[in-house]
């Protein structure tokens, strides 16, 4: 595995811990760059805090596939992939393991900022386990989201890893997941999954919506602000689309 340290990737064009969603970072959002990480290639190695006093290392999973997504509290794409990663943790968890990160809030405001110190990304990490109703691994980047940052930092992505270390397989949205189990059954074989990256949008898309407007209203208004002024499709979306959620409570 190749070693994250500080500075390993050039300096965005934003910072990373930004206080405003934009549309340049929606439109960031929605494609991996050409700096993702490609299949084959090794996983960047890791050393993170977990919400248990711990530290997860990337060298102490070698031999054992597993699977590392990114995630916030103010994102509605991990809200609405939740339910679905708890089933394949369900069918999978003991042949793969199950890594989610706190990276940075994707819509932050005034009653959800991004954290400015590492104690405070960790406390935001347990709150997201505790409502998602997380029973894998949690672990924390560091404040500026070196890990994160070497997987292009994609919002809420899902990256398969063999049991060599090597990315077998990428999606843009952990939502997608009918291709995220196909991955997740192929390296629990120790095949190569036939299909290496995910792009899918609409399915995603359209499990998020229910979750958009109370996500983001509950980070504070500005963040519903944020959004009207760099997706004002998707915020109407989400205010239409609140209504076809099942329950008001948590995934």
């Keep these: 595995m190749d070693a994250v ?98 990276a940075r809030e994707a819509h932050p405001g005034e009653q959800v900022p991004q954290p400015q110190n590492l104690d405070a990304k960790v406390a935001r990490a347990a709150e997201l386990a505790v409502r998602d109703r997380y029973r894998w ?7 500026e989201g070196t890990l994160h940052r070497r997987l292009d930092a994609k919002p809420n992505a899902a990256y398969v890893v063999d049991a060599q270390g090597r990315l077998a397989f990428r999606s843009l949205w952990a939502s997608d997941a009918q291709a995220l189990r196909r991955a997740l059954e192929a390296v629990a074989r120790g095949e190569h999954p036939k299909r290496r990256t995910s792009r899918a949008m609409t399915m995603p898309m359209m499990r998020a919506l229910p979750w958009i407007d109370a996500i983001v209203s509950r980070a504070g208004p500005s963040a519903s602000r944020d959004l009207w002024r760099a997706a004002a499709p998707m915020a109407l979306m989400g205010k239409l689309g609140r209504r076809w959620r099942r329950s008001p409570s948590a995934p």
């Design 137 to 143: 691994h949690v672990a924390v980047d560091d404040l």
């Design 5 to 102: 340290g500080v500075g390993a990737t050039r300096e965005e064009e934003h910072p990373y811990r930004y206080h405003r969603f934009t549309t340049r970072l929606m439109l960031a959002d929605l494609r991996f760059s050409d700096r993702a990480p490609k299949p084959g290639a090794p996983f960047p190695a890791f050393d993170l805090a977990t919400i248990d006093g711990g530290r997860l290392r990337s060298e102490e999973l070698i031999g054992r596939p597993f699977v590392v997504i990114p995630g916030s509290l103010t994102c509605p794409m991990t809200a609405s992939a939740a339910g679905g990663l708890r089933e394949l943790y369900e069918a999978l968890g003991t042949d793969v393991t199950f890594i989610s990160v706190y």
